[in-house]
């Protein structure tokens, strides 16, 4: 299915990519797959969720995503984000993702990361780009579209796959408005 959308989708802008996660709760009835099979549903305080990491490109189209368990850090999976999208200008993500491994991941792709620094960090942030960074609600706008998508927002799918699959048509839907 990924293959399909990939060739569907087009001519991406990669001069900005916006990184970010967000929570989705699971339906009580996506639980109780088969042992063995990927559910990529977490245990929380909130109960069971899963997480959707998305890289958007410069006009807040999905570039592509992964699916964990809610449990799982935003900067666990910013590596693999990163290896996705290969090569960009610019690579925007928020205060999750501040560390030196992802922000050496990026430049290792010829990005320049446009991340903040937390407020304990002594280091200085030199390369940090505040029209860039304010520009971050695409990624947020993304996740808006997304979840208009009933299968997306109120997960029922067991297992990881078949979740991963609604998500490539919902991506795939908002390429087609975009042209």
Known sequence: MGEFFFKLRGILDKEWVFIDGSYI????????????????IGRSRGGATTKIHLAVDAHGHPIDFEITGG????????????????????????????????????????????????????????????????????VENAFARLKHFRGIATRFEKLARNYKSMLFLACLFIWCKAK
């Open 71 to 138: 449990e799982v850090h935003d900067s666990q999976v910013a590596s693999d984000l990163i290896e996705l999208v290969g090569e960009a200008d610019y690579l925007i993500a928020d205060k999750g993702y501040d560390s030196e491994h992802i922000r050496e991941v990026a430049r290792n792709h010829r990005m320049t990361p446009i991340i903040p620094r937390k407020s304990n960090s002594k280091k200085p942030n030199i390369d940090f780009d505040h029209y860039l960074y304010r520009l971050r609600h695409l």
């Open 25 to 40: 709760r699971a339906h009580q009835h996506a639980s109780g797959a088969r042992r063995g099979e990927d559910r990529a």
